[in-house]
Structures are given as structure tokens and as C-alpha cells.
């Protein structure tokens, strides 16, 4: 766990969810892919793009919602995370919860991995 006295990163917010701790680096950028992707878009009212529509292919049929769920994935990471690529996503519709796999890489290093979420 780190705290706020021991940051070493420019980028770096606090932790989601625990009190006094901050994440920088991979899972700086792997919080805010979560928090692009878990936000509707439209609910933030001074930034009405912010987000994702992810929700609303939920009860859409699979195989409808399952592509439109990676699209949404892969252009609403591409406009509010500039500083990751994504090199792979794949999504499952499980009792009306969205598994995604996202296979990512942080620009300009050997940095890499996946990310799976549940939303």
C-alpha cells in the first residue's frame, strides 16, 4: 500500500475505496480505465462525453451487445486514456454483469499486461 508521503510518480490519484492510499503507475492507469469505463456517459454534468455507454448493450442480445461492448471499450479508452494502447478486448454477458479482458500497453514502454473487469 502506498501513501501520499510515499509517491514517486507524477501520475497517481487516490485509491479507490481505501482511505489514505494512492496508486500510481499501471494501476493508476488500470483505475482510471475502470472509472471510464464504469461512468455513463452523460452523468458527469460538466463533461457530458465522459464515459462509456456499455450499459446500455447489457440486456441487448449477445450477440449484438458483445461487439458493441468491445467498440465502446476500445473508443472510450482511446479518448480518455491517452497514455495506454489496447492490444486486445474480449467481453461476456453474465448475469447482467460485463466481464471484459483488456489486453494493454503503455506507450512509449515494455510495459504491458491485462486488465479484467467486472461491471
Excluded at 25 to 30: N, S
Excluded at 39 to 51: D, W
Amino acid at each position: 500500500m502506498t501513501t501520499i508521503n510515499e509517491i514517486k510518480s507524477v501520475d497517481w490519484q487516490l485509491k479507490l475505496n481505501e482511505t489514505a492510499s494512492v496508486v500510481e503507475g499501471i494501476d493508476d492507469i488500470d483505475q482510471c480505465i475502470l472509472i471510464i469505463l464504469s461512468t455513463k456517459k452523460g452523468s458527469v454534468p460538466h463533461r457530458p462525453e465522459f464515459g462509456s455507454y456499455i450499459w446500455q448493450y447489457i440486456d441487448s442480445p449477445v450477440n449484438e451487445a458483445v461487439p458493441n461492448i468491445i467498440r465502446e471499450v476500445i473508443d472510450s479508452i482511446a479518448l480518455w486514456e491517452p497514455r495506454v494502447e489496447i492490444t486486445s478486448v474480449t467481453a461476456e454477458i453474465i448475469n447482467s454483469q460485463v466481464k471484459i479482458n483488456i489486453g494493454r500497453k503503455i506507450k512509449n514502454t515494455d510495459i504491458s499486461g491485462k486488465l479484467e473487469l467486472i461491471l
